[in-house]
């Protein structure tokens, strides 16, 4: 397997869906890996940590929502692209306990599929120019060389959208980014996403982050705008 291509994990149940897009992300330069159940996908994922993961959600015994859990416990920095049929609910894909990073409802053209799976590898690429290695902002530190984020020094497990977005915050501490900023700046300016998206994944930063997710003290929606990061209060301003 070329060790610079990224892997991507398809798991579709349906044989002729999987292959139609397994052929597609191959001649797109990706190493394509298929499984045809959860317990297929879960075993390829340990054993090859894929960097992508499109994920049916209706799969037989386990089902996709199921299987987006183990894996996002498993590797926390996979990119996890949920399909979904239609009218099937885009929250609960999302959803806190899930960790997907995105979802696309099928039938779909399998080249938005290659593009939503780039930008999702291109995330964090763009709008924000850091020379350190680090960014820190009161209790909070962002460690971009090994993708990880800690409050108090203690390490809180981000996804790699939260990250990227924990990312946009903490290079503009007060800055208000409205939705769509926020997903240029992580996505990339080329991506057509659901600026839901963006909420969920704040929601479920909050959940993280914050004492008490329902009074944010981290991050503020700003009526009107958007959302940004103020610090915890009582801390001393600069
Ligand atoms: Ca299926």
Same mark, same amino acid.
């Given at each position: 397997m070329p060790a610079n291509k990224t892997k991507v994990l398809v798991v579709e149940d349906e044989a002729s869906i999987r292959k139609f897009i397994a052929i597609n992300l191959h001649r797109n330069d990706f190493v394509v890996l298929e499984a045809g159940d959860g317990e297929t996908a879960l075993e390829m994922a340990r054993r090859y &940590? $894929? +960097? @992508?993961i499109v994920l049916? @959600? %209706?799969? $037989?015994? %386990?089902d996709g929502f199921e299987v987006c859990m183990q894996i996002r416990r498993m590797l926390p920095q996979v990119i996890i692209i949920m399909l979904t049929a239609r009218g099937e609910d885009m929250d609960k894909i999302m959803g806190l306990e899930l960790g997907a990073d995105d979802y696309m409802v099928k039938p779909f053209n399998p080249l938005e599929l290659v593009a939503r799976i780039r930008a999702n590898l291109r995330k964090? !690429? &763009?709008?924000v120019p850091v020379k350190t290695n680090c960014i820190s902002f009161q209790q909070l530190r962002l460690d971009l060389e090994g993708q990880r984020f800690y409050k108090d020094e203690e390490e809180i497990e981000l996804t790699p959208t939260e990250f990227a977005m924990m990312k946009v915050f903490m290079s503009n501490p007060r800055k208000a980014f409205s939705r769509n900023e926020i997903m240029n700046c992580v996505w990339g300016q080329n991506y057509f996403g659901d600026l839901k998206t963006v909420d969920v994944n704040i929601r479920r930063i909050r959940e993280k982050l914050e004492e008490d997710p329902s009074a944010p003290q981290w991050i503020e929606t700003v009526w009107g705008v958007g959302y940004r990061l103020? +610090? !915890?209060?009582g801390h001393a301003q600069y």
């Amino acid at each position: 397997m070329p060790a610079n291509k990224t892997k991507v994990l398809v798991v579709e149940d349906e044989a002729s869906i999987r292959k139609f897009i397994a052929i597609n992300l191959h001649r797109n330069d990706f190493v394509v890996l298929e499984a045809g159940d959860g317990e297929t996908a879960l075993e390829m994922a340990r054993r090859y &940590s $894929p +960097g @992508v993961i499109v994920l049916d @959600v %209706m799969l $037989p015994a %386990m089902d996709g929502f199921e299987v987006c859990m183990q894996i996002r416990r498993m590797l926390p920095q996979v990119i996890i692209i949920m399909l979904t049929a239609r009218g099937e609910d885009m929250d609960k894909i999302m959803g806190l306990e899930l960790g997907a990073d995105d979802y696309m409802v099928k039938p779909f053209n399998p080249l938005e599929l290659v593009a939503r799976i780039r930008a999702n590898l291109r995330k964090m !690429a &763009s709008c924000v120019p850091v020379k350190t290695n680090c960014i820190s902002f009161q209790q909070l530190r962002l460690d971009l060389e090994g993708q990880r984020f800690y409050k108090d020094e203690e390490e809180i497990e981000l996804t790699p959208t939260e990250f990227a977005m924990m990312k946009v915050f903490m290079s503009n501490p007060r800055k208000a980014f409205s939705r769509n900023e926020i997903m240029n700046c992580v996505w990339g300016q080329n991506y057509f996403g659901d600026l839901k998206t963006v909420d969920v994944n704040i929601r479920r930063i909050r959940e993280k982050l914050e004492e008490d997710p329902s009074a944010p003290q981290w991050i503020e929606t700003v009526w009107g705008v958007g959302y940004r990061l103020k +610090g !915890a209060a009582g801390h001393a301003q600069y």
